[in-house]
């Protein structure tokens, strides 16, 4: 029989956490954060990390394993969260994978060749430079591009598959390999079970913006200013949202209240793109609303029962 592990996914605000707490005390659950900035030690409140009170002794893993100078890449988090999974079956446990950096989530749900060790940031930057190639010199001449650098690979992609050539040529330029020579490795033997948490557009913003609001009440300024006086030794966590925004601020550019409506509108913008992408990356996603329809956990409970007879 495969091995089961649940998924919970989604924009930031929108109650991943507190689900998955509920979910975790129901079915002997424990937690693998699925973020990209709650690995960081000392980046607690602008990454919206869960308290020891929250957990409510629900074990987590993946949170403050690195301090602020260490690079970590989506190929140490998909290693390290199979890892822990192997280790929360042992102890005849259910492992759930937590979060809303998309890429990492994927790379650990379908094994996903990394082909060498990459931020997101490095992913985004190559991925930005091919989708601005194609706005500037159109679909033919980005397929122009593949074809003369690996011309296997572009004949099977159609020029009008603008998605999957950029696809292409951003593997190309990440590993310095043929798209196609790539390995395609086996998909992992588990049975994820993927729930996706969304709600309406301007709900969504307000909580966000109501988030930063209390993030503030929390502290968050001294949280940036510290990762500031650090961000020559913190690349990565250096550029995290609700850190990056108060820079301007510190060196008197611009005013707090600007920096901190700036916090909140990158936020939304980030939280539109994690949609975006969790509806176009991941095809087999049980969507819920619990902001607008808290009663249905009720029916995810009720799947998850069935799912784990």
């Not at 689900?19 to 005390?25: E, F, G, N």
């Not at 129901?26 to 693998?32: P, Q, S």
């Not at 960081?40 to 394993?65: F, N, S």
């Not at 916090?263 to 992408?277: D, G």
Request: with cysteine; proline share 4%; hydrophobic share 40%.
């Amino acid at each position: 029989m495969r091995k089961k592990a649940i998924m919970i996914v989604g924009p930031t605000a929108v109650g991943k956490t507190a689900l998955s707490i509920d979910i975790a005390k129901l079915f002997n659950g424990e937690v693998i954060s699925g973020d990209s900035m709650q690995i960081y030690r000392h980046l607690d409140i602008g990454t919206a990390k869960v308290t020891p009170a929250e957990m409510a002794g629900v074990p987590h893993h993946l949170i403050d394993i690195c301090d602020l100078d260490q690079r970590f890449t989506v190929h140490d988090f998909k290693d390290l969260a199979y890892q822990n999974m192997q280790q929360i079956w042992q102890r005849h446990r259910l492992p759930m994978i937590v979060g809303g950096t998309g890429f990492y989530l994927n790379a650990l749900r379908l094994n996903l060749s990394l082909g060498g060790q990459t931020t997101p940031e490095e992913d985004f930057s190559h991925r930005q430079y091919w989708q601005d190639y194609l706005q500037t010199h159109g679909a033919q001449a980005l397929w122009d591009a593949l074809n003369q650098k690996d011309p296997v690979a572009a004949s099977k992609i159609p020029v009008n598959n603008e998605r999957r050539v950029i696809r292409a040529l951003e593997v190309i330029d990440k590993t310095g390999h043929l798209f196609s020579q790539q390995p395609t490795p086996a998909p992992l033997d588990v049975d994820f079970f993927v729930i996706g948490l969304t709600t309406e557009r301007a709900l969504l913003y307000q909580r966000i913006n109501h988030r930063v609001d209390i993030m503030m009440q929390q502290g968050l300024l001294a949280e940036a200013r510290y990762v500031y006086e650090h961000r020559d030794q913190a690349p990565q966590a250096s550029k995290g949202i609700g850190y990056k925004e108060f820079f301007g601020y510190f060196e008197h550019h611009i005013s707090l209240d600007e920096a901190i409506d700036l916090v909140k509108k990158n936020s939304r913008h980030y939280a539109k793109r994690q949609l975006t992408w969790f509806h176009n990356q991941m095809h087999d996603v049980q969507w819920f609303d619990l902001v607008q329809h808290p009663q249905q956990k009720l029916l995810i409970i009720q799947l998850l029962t069935e799912w784990l007879a």
